[in-house]
């Protein structure tokens, strides 16, 4: 089972205990995950391969590292797909495009998004899917494309407004705030 850091995205207890390890010793848990990637290939076993070349992508990532955890979740997503485990597919794709992100990447981080709803779409995962929507709107507004944001924003508020979902309200303050600029300048030209 893949995971993703930060404690609002992650799904069960070996998520959690997963975080603490890595907060604790981080070099630690580079040593276990390589230890454990290369017994995964060498029994052949490419889900666990593929889950700890997740891991190590995602330990990279929190000691600062995000180039060597891209090429992590590169490796991971190859075998994901490999397995046809789409839910895998799109935890890689979505780690790939926050590692993006976070490097000021907007592009990358765009294309990353946009290849991470389809997964999400074939899974029906409604919030995984508003929360992507949310952080592609917000990517456009990086490259500053407020029509491109605005219609992500909307996409995202469709996809959670029934599902009680804390990110829903704060998307539509975004949305509203984009539209009042939006409207201001389209009004001085």
């Not at 490796?75 to 490097?103: F, M, Q, T």
């Not at 997964?119 to 949310?134: F, I, N, Q, T």
């Amino acid at each position: 089972m893949a995971f993703m850091m930060d404690k609002e995205r992650t799904s069960g207890p070996h998520e959690q205990d997963m975080i603490e390890r890595v907060l604790r010793d981080p070099r630690k848990t580079i040593e276990h995950h390589e230890r454990c990637l290369m017994e995964a290939r060498a029994r052949g076993d490419r889900q666990s391969e593929g889950e700890h070349l997740g891991h190590l992508g995602l330990t990279w990532k929190s000691i600062g590292n995000t180039n060597k955890a891209i090429g992590y979740y590169e490796e991971a997503l190859v075998i994901a797909k490999e397995l046809g485990d789409p839910r895998v597919e799109y935890i890689n794709l979505d780690n790939l495009a926050h590692s993006w992100a976070c490097l000021g990447n907007a592009e990358k981080a765009i294309n990353y998004y946009e290849l991470a709803l389809l997964p999400a779409r074939k899974l029906g995962d409604r919030r995984s899917e508003g929360v992507l929507l949310r952080d592609l709107g917000t990517s456009w507004r990086h490259l500053r494309n407020t029509d491109k944001a605005i219609e992500c924003y909307e996409q995202a508020i469709e996809a959670l407004k029934h599902l009680d979902d804390p990110t829903y309200g704060f998307i539509e303050q975004i949305l509203k705030i984009l539209r009042k600029n939006d409207e201001e300048i389209r009004t001085r030209k």
